[in-house]
């Protein structure tokens, strides 16, 4: 399918996100980047109908389109797999692929003719499971081609991907780009939406950039490299994504002695001290979120003591809070922040002390701290008023930073800090990790899957494997090597 953009124009209260946008969509791969908040998604819902442009045309195997809802694009076979994927997790396989679609005998559901039809789709993607059980019952990547399933019955000739390996194990990975190979040489167009570079080079044909609503430009991936994306999402060359910290202390903030919790993690020991960023290394399932939810208290351990300050801590997130301990979880959307809510909301939502007088919210108060996070923070916004749900990851992410920083802590843990941001997000979130410690001397704990983020970033590596502390490292001529050998349950 080719799919050209002609001067495509949209703005939300008064506030232009796409400008002039031209380009063509022709076949194959095509990978399509920007930072966010760059009006990839706005340009996405702009041919798929969930949103109208202003101005411009979208024209679709040579016909001009103006798709008024997703149905329409939907019958011209394009379809947008997002990166929340659709899946009711309590319903059937079988009866997520036909919701709203299914297929009757007279008055009573042809349920046999569904079943086959679902074996059939799913087999053709290389998955063979009981199409009658709960789609929760299986796996992120099985319920991503689940959804993949469900555009194929619709006759697909466009699938657009918005970020599918977000949730994805390597396993699962591999395995969604041998069905995206197998779709293109069916004759599937892909656009294909990522903040992993490396995943634009290994199975992408062209990518297309975008920043601050405009057009940068398109070219073939082999004519191009990791630098000259970055900089044409960037406007400017990152040379040193990570920042060079100055500030340690020897003071101990944070003791964690033998800390357990059956199934999750065993006899956990470390110290944390005031400036320093201590890092959590491990491959998907070796402990350390978990580990985080028992300090925290979200998730109280079984045995074992936590000190703050030589003070032993009481398992709860009320002592936690109390104590100066904040925590930024991995899935920002469900437990960071309430995207139905603005700015200033969310802002205060973990200390409502700080603005209010004799129990009483002042509203000066509340624009005041509001307004100072958004400055402190860069956070990209019309004020505080802006309602999260029509802001980019990275700035809801430095909202979620704000929010905890209201608290005024001493101790953050940080679990996926930069999960879901582009790369000039991440710089400027390692900015404000680096001026935390420095300024204000907080302690941080950053937990990552990204290995380079983690030795980037941490002045001493936490290591685990099933749940064990293999090892705490300095971050000091160590390789990655190394660090995966202790992730793996060897030995450094």
Known sequence: MRVEFNNICKSFSGVEVLADISFVIDGGIHALMGENGAGKSTLMKILTGVYQADKGDVIVDGNIKHYQHPLEAEKDGIIFIHQELNILPNMSVVDNIFLNKEIKKGFFLDKKTMVNQTIALLDRLGLKIDVNKPAGYYSVGQQQIMEIAKALKEDAKLIIMDEPTAALTSKETDMLFEIIRNLKEDGITIIYISHRLEEIFEICDKVSVLRDGKYVGTNNINEIDNEDIIKMMVGREIDDIYPKKNYHSDEVVLEVKHL??????????????????????????????????????????????????GKLLKNNIKESINNSIAFITEDRKSQGIITEFNIRDNVILTNLKSVTTNKLLRKHKIKSLSENYINELNIKCSGINHL???MSGGNQQKVVIAKWLNIEPQILIMDEPT????????QEIYMIIKELCEKHGLAIILVSSELPEVMGMADRICVMHEGNLMGIVENK????????????????
């Not at 005031?274 to 998730?299: N, P, Q, Y």
């Not at 999960?419 to 991440?426: F, T």
């Open 419 to 426: 999960r879901g941001v582009d790369v000039g997000a991440k």
């Open 388 to 390: 999260l749900k029509k």
């Open 260 to 309: 357990s919790k059956k199934g999750q993690y065993h006899d956990i020991s470390f110290e944390l001290h005031k400036g320093e960023i201590l890092g959590f290394a491990g491959l998907m399932g070796s402990g350390r979120t978990e580990v985080m939810h028992g300090i925290f208290g979200s998730v109280p351990y079984d045995s074992g003591e936590i000190l703050i300050n």
């Open 477 to 492: 001529d160590i390789s990655q090597e190394e660090i995966m050998s202790l992730a793996t349950g060897g030995v450094k």
